[in-house]
């Protein structure tokens, strides 16, 4: 049983407020990544919650002297009964067990492999288009991204580690502000890997039709066959994360050795460029700043394409073990990998005969820069060679992709069926429409000439809104939660997320002064998060009541509330009435026990 100093920590680990309309609602909690406790319930290990001024459960004497877990149990029953399921009349236990992950079995290795995987098909083409802007644009723009990464990697890792939620930033959201703001961050987050995995399976497409030497028309069959690839795997999460982890490796291989080829064999490499241009530049980028601070704005997107998509670590988080240790070793790994291939690349590529003004529009910057040096005839190698970072990104992201859409369903955000898992908790349902929806957009991309730079816009467009969003979260929950327990806690945490904020701020406000398509992009976005908040306000926040999350830690904290109450109060021959209060639109509030006037032997 549970002595009451683990009652306390266990019952507080669960108690998490969410605001709501202004009001306090429970919000759901994995079983995952915790401590087994006598009881034989999972308690997240990180995400323990002393909320000692929302919780007020009373431990009194019961002049009828019924027993104190007869009590509990039947005032829990009636809660339960008076709660309104409209998901329907469904056992809500079988409800849940057609909605878990797999139990938690990642480490740090599977973080770094997960979050690598995502970045990695960055460093092989997309970014080279910013060398048009002059490589100094190129150079700051990315000492920007850098300083953003880390910034948001700090705080991200922190919250993460607290609240392992695979919805991620929705599921922090929705603790520091309300539903609606969890909604639109939740898809900002979705939208933006959905459209970067349909860049990347187009993209993966192109590069087998390259190696292959087939014709354009049939690239279709290389989406579909690379799809269902990610889908098989993605079928088995214990596989997934370790095939993750081999293709994270193999792929950084593929990045270093043409670097590393290329020092070896060529004599034309020069780093002249960083004070006063390389020889390599045309006369009109030959300065270091040719477009000034314009031109380093409009390089930011391709810079940013080194780095993008390590926002979307969360989403491992409740299948990965020990996440308290876990994530933090994990990311910080990443990270330190990405930046150090990411400036290797951005550096070396630019070093390197023909130079950055003859690869700035190539769709493969390595396989320009082999062939230049070895000639053609090997260029199916050079091909090659970026495979293994494009599939791993596509896996990755796909993973991303699927639990993230599962988390918004499980929280309520998308219809329940898109949150049903195997009975090995891959989330199948969610895999579908991922496949669909990447599927589509490479179409898009294929067929419509000028979809490729949309996405890339827009894709910016939503991952900003997101960074934009996640500091204030974190400065909220430091605000509205001060004693979440946090297993990695940010040094300055509120100066780092500050200057997150405003990096964010900033890129987001100058893309849309240089550049009239952002405008227009924008535009669009808040039309659509207008029109969002609105199906929120009338559909969506009706099914957040009994939502699956909702539901899991109501039973968890129900049973943690019998099992800590019967033992304190037995063993004090004191009698346990729980009082729950609900407000609004079926907001259940849970008050602190007071075990240590209970566990002395004072009055009740």
Not at 107 to 124: D, L, M, Q, T
Not at 499 to 520: E, K, P, Q, S
Request: hydrophobic residues 45%; contains cysteine; proline residues 5%.
């Amino acid at each position: 049983m549970l002595d009451s100093d683990t009652c306390e920590a266990s019952l507080s680990s669960a108690a998490l407020h969410f605001q709501c309309e202004g009001q306090t609602s429970l919000a759901g909690l994995q079983p995952h990544n915790g401590l087994k406790r006598d009881c034989g319930i999972e308690i997240p290990q990180s995400a323990r919650i002393a909320a000692e001024s929302n919780l007020d459960v009373q431990i009194a004497s019961d002049s009828s002297g019924e027993h104190p877990e007869k009590v509990l149990r039947r005032t829990f029953q009636s809660l339960r009964q008076s709660a309104t399921n409209i998901y329907g009349n469904v056992d809500k236990i079988t409800y849940m067990e057609r909605r878990k992950l797999m139990p938690a079995y990642g480490n740090s290795i599977h973080v770094w492999g997960f979050v690598v995987g995502a970045v990695i098909s960055g460093e092989v083409s997309g970014f080279n288009a910013g060398y048009g802007y002059g490589l100094g644009s190129m150079i700051v723009a990315h000492a920007v991204g850098t300083v953003l990464m880390i910034t948001v990697s700090l705080n991200l890792t922190d919250l993460a580690a607290s609240l392992p939620f695979a919805s991620g930033c929705a599921g922090y959201a929705n603790a520091a502000f309300n539903g609606v703001i969890a909604c639109l961050i939740g898809y900002a987050y979705t939208l933006d890997v959905i459209f970067i995995g349909g860049e990347v399976t187009n993209f993966l497409g192109v590069s087998l039709q390259n190696l292959f030497h087939t014709d354009k028309r049939f690239n279709y069959l290389y989406w579909i066959i690379s799809i269902i690839v990610c889908m098989t795997i993605n079928y088995f999460p214990k596989v997934s994360m370790n095939t993750m982890v081999v293709t994270s490796m193999l792929s950084c291989v593929c990045v270093i050795t043409p670097l590393l080829v290329l020092a070896w064999s060529s004599t034309g490499f020069s780093f002249q460029f960083i004070v006063n241009g390389s020889s390599f530049l045309e006369p009109a980028l030959a300065s270091f700043l040719p477009f000034g601070i314009v031109g380093v704005v409009r390089s930011f997107p391709f810079s940013w394409y080194l780095l993008i998509c390590f926002e979307s670590m969360p989403s491992c988080v409740e299948e990965t073990r020990n996440v308290g240790v876990s994530v933090p070793r994990g990311m910080f790994a990443s990270v330190s990998t990405l930046l150090i291939l990411s400036w290797t690349v951005l550096l070396c590529c630019a070093g390197f005969s023909p130079g950055p003004s003859a690869i700035d529009s190539a769709n493969f910057p390595f396989i320009t820069l082999l062939t230049a040096r070895f000639g053609a005839s090997p260029q199916q190698l050079f091909t090659l060679i970026s495979i293994p970072p494009i599939f791993a990104s596509q896996l990755s992201i796909f993973y991303a992709c699927t639990r993230y859409i599962y988390g918004q369903s499980r929280g309520g955000y998308m219809p329940p069926i898109l949150s049903l898992t195997t009975s090995q908790g891959a989330p199948y349902t969610a895999m579908i429409a991922t496949a669909a929806m990447w599927a589509a957009l490479s179409s898009i991309l294929e067929y419509v000439p000028e979809a490729g730079a949309v996405f890339l816009d827009v894709g910016t467009l939503f991952a900003l809104t997101a960074y934009i969003v996640q500091p204030l979260v974190y400065l909220q929950l430091q605000r509205v939660v001060p004693s979440l327990t946090r297993p990695f806690k940010t040094p300055y945490g509120t100066l780092v997320a500050g200057i997150n904020f405003a990096i964010g701020c900033t890129i987001t406000t100058a893309l849309l002064i240089v550049d009239n398509n952002y405008r227009i992009y924008a535009a669009f976005m808040l039309l659509g998060y207008l029109i969002l908040s609105l199906f929120y306000y009338f559909i969506i926040q009706h099914y957040l009541t009994d939502s699956p999350e909702k539901m899991f830690i109501r039973r968890q904290v129900d049973k943690l509330l019998i099992e800590s109450l019967v033992a304190s109060g037995a063993s004090q021959h004191v009698e346990a009435v729980k009082k729950l209060r609900r407000k609004g639109t079926g907001e259940v509030t849970l008050l602190r026990a007071d075990q240590k006037r209970a566990s002395s032997g004072g009055p009740p």
